[in-house]
């Protein structure tokens, strides 16, 4: 009997669902760089033999933070998966709308999915979508576990230099200069953020600081992504991944305190490999305009 596979790409790590058994894999998250497509091809490979997959493969449904941005390369990449796995049928998407199918049933309202970067979609009633920041770490990501754990860094230079204000952050023994050597950087950065945590709940200022312009941040992208789509009425707002799972309400209370009235804060039905398992067992549905689809020929 054939199966089908869910897979989950993150910058830190991914995830991959064997379908109906449930059996799960893991392999290396997406890093940058000329060779971020064949290491997320090797992380696929790695993360199917560490699932025990065997069995012939139907439907692969991938969301993945390394969607190729590219005129056909999304096309060109599901062809190398359809290889790769001797599938039938690959859809691939970016891992936002992965994020979006798991945690809201009926596909509607915002969907801001946070861990090492954030990415923000709204999709309407009508089908139409909008997608805000996933802009990266350079030029967006705001409120993300990277911006967060680079702004701890930061104040870390600083207090050290005596440039800027005492904070327990410094406490720590790394040397953020370092981490410009190293190929998974964006991801080093974003391991700082639990610590920035933690001094916050401590009562440390700085740290508090931090968090603070966080939430502001995730709250601006929250509002704009509601007041993108049509009426006046309340709209589900889902916070997924793992940032808002490590921080929980330390970080989604003051959010939800900068939020307009019209986004309500929902619980996610489910995680953005729930989302991929929903797009390898059904239609794509609201999330057709956003699936790069292949098949074997």
Same mark, same amino acid.
């Given at each position: 009997m054939k199966v089908n596979l869910a897979v989950d790409g993150g910058q830190s790590a991914l995830r991959l669902r064997v379908l109906p058994t449930g059996r799960t894999g893991?392999?290396?998250?997406?890093?940058?760089? %000329? *060779?971020?497509?064949? !290491?997320?091809?090797?992380?696929?490979?790695? =993360?199917? /033999?560490? +699932?025990?997959?065997?069995?012939?493969?139907?439907?692969?449904?991938?969301g993945l933070t390394g969607f190729p941005p590219e005129p056909g390369a999304a096309a060109a990449f599901a062809g190398r998966v359809l290889?790769?796995? %001797? *599938?039938?049928?690959? !859809?691939?998407?970016?891992?936002?709308?992965? =994020?979006? /199918?798991? +945690?809201l049933a009926d596909g509607y309202g915002v969907v801001v999915a946070a861990g090492t970067g954030l990415v923000c979609l709204a999709v309407d009633r009508d089908g139409s979508w909008h997608k805000l920041d996933?802009?990266?770490y350079l030029f967006g990501d705001a409120g993300s576990a990277f911006a967060i754990g680079r702004a701890g860094l930061v104040a870390v230079q600083k207090a050290r230099d005596g440039r800027g204000a005492v904070t327990k952050?410094?406490?720590?023994?790394?040397?953020?200069?370092?981490?410009?050597?190293?190929?998974?950087?964006v991801d080093d950065v974003a391991r700082f953020a639990p610590?920035?945590?933690?001094?916050?709940?401590?009562?440390?200022?700085?740290?508090?600081g931090i968090l603070s312009r966080a939430a502001a941040?995730?709250?601006?992208?929250?509002?704009?992504?509601?007041?993108?789509?049509?009426?006046?009425?309340?709209?589900?707002?889902?916070c997924v991944g793992g940032?808002?799972?490590?921080?929980?309400?330390?970080?989604?209370?003051?959010?939800?305190?900068?939020?307009?009235?019209?986004?309500?804060?929902?619980?996610?039905?489910?995680?953005?490999?729930?989302?991929?398992?929903?797009?390898?067992?059904?239609?794509?549905?609201?999330?057709?305009?956003?699936?790069?689809?292949?098949?074997k020929l």
């Open positions: 893991s392999g290396p998250g997406y890093t940058h760089g %000329a *060779a971020a497509n064949e !290491r997320m091809l090797d992380a696929i490979r790695e =993360a199917a /033999a560490d +699932a025990g997959l065997v069995e012939p493969v139907g439907v692969v449904a991938l290889d790769l796995l %001797a *599938a039938d049928e690959v !859809r691939v998407t970016q891992d936002m709308v992965t =994020a979006h /199918a798991g +945690a996933g802009h990266g952050l410094a406490d720590t023994a790394l040397d953020p200069v370092t981490f410009y050597r190293s190929p998974t950087l610590s920035v945590l933690r001094c916050a709940a401590e009562g440390d200022v700085v740290a508090e941040d995730i709250a601006e992208t929250i509002d704009a992504a509601v007041a993108k789509l049509a009426g006046d009425g309340p709209v589900p707002v889902a940032l808002f799972a490590g921080a929980g309400d330390q970080l989604l209370d003051p959010v939800r305190q900068k939020l307009s009235t019209r986004a309500q804060l929902t619980e996610a039905a489910g995680s953005s490999l729930d989302g991929a398992e929903r797009l390898a067992t059904s239609a794509p549905g609201p999330y057709a305009d956003l699936t790069v689809i292949q098949r």
